[in-house]
């Protein structure tokens, strides 16, 4: 069972370039949500999506757009790319029931760095 | 303002020993849970424990337990026996109510955890 999974786990870009993150999840979770992790921050939301076609702001949404087309899928793309958005990304899953007692569901992380 | 805070970057433990790591939190909401996670160099993040607000009882989960203070607004994690491979980093996480009645996790900075032999 594949659980969460993210796509590329690596990227290098250049200030300026665009790219879209993949996130796909098969527990047909209702919620999910990006993250991002920097040094001494812990994890910040950026986008989360409580349904498909739904899609709302977090902590740090400035930069980032999402998509949720299909139930199974959160895109989270970069339109202009900045060393800023340097960071480790985390895509994460949980059931409609909320996360009251349910942990989320991480994906294994996207590496992004922009030079 | 901060609503998790971890106040230990680092931590040591000797192999086979007990460690506690801190915890504390702010929320004036009177339902709400407490995670902790553990990501390891590889970079994963694995859900260790849970704490509901109402539990009576704190939370154990094999070699972890929770120390839950209510009134001190705590949820300090116990790892007895300390193993080589719990060796990583470890986030707190609290549930706080998103609008729509939805809900999100937030995270403490972390706290990074190395098993001496």
């Known amino acids: 069972n594949a659980g969460v999974t993210q796509t590329p786990k690596f990227r290098v870009l250049k200030t300026g370039q665009s790219m879209t993150l993949l996130c796909a999840q098969d527990m047909n979770h209702e919620y999910m949500y990006w993250y991002r992790q920097d040094p001494g921050m812990g994890l910040r939301l950026i986008h989360y999506?409580?349904?498909?076609?739904?899609?709302a702001k977090g902590e740090v949404p400035d930069g980032y757009n999402v998509s949720r087309l299909k139930k199974q899928n959160f895109l989270l793309g970069l339109e202009s790319a900045a060393p800023s958005q340097t960071s480790v990304y985390f895509c994460a899953s949980s059931p409609q029931a909320g996360i009251y007692n349910s942990p989320l569901h991480f994906g294994n992380g996207t590496r992004l760095t922009v030079t | 303002a901060q609503k998790i805070t971890q106040t230990q970057p680092g931590m040591f433990v000797q192999e086979k020993e007990a460690v506690t790591l801190d915890c504390t939190y702010d929320t004036s909401d009177p339902s709400y849970g407490l995670f902790w996670y553990k990501q390891p160099s590889s970079g994963e993040m694995i859900f260790l424990i849970y704490q509901g607000s109402y539990d009576q009882q704190n939370a154990t989960e094999g070699r972890y337990s929770l120390n839950f203070q209510k009134a001190r607004k705590s949820a300090n994690l116990v790892i007895s026996a300390s193993q080589l491979g719990d060796s990583a980093m470890y986030f707190c996480?609290?549930?706080?109510?998103?609008?729509?009645?939805?809900?999100?996790?937030?995270f403490g900075a972390g706290t990074r955890l190395a098993v001496h032999p």
């Open positions: 996480a609290m549930r706080e109510p998103l609008s729509g009645g939805y809900n999100k996790l937030i």
């Open positions: 999506s409580v349904g498909e076609g739904t899609t």
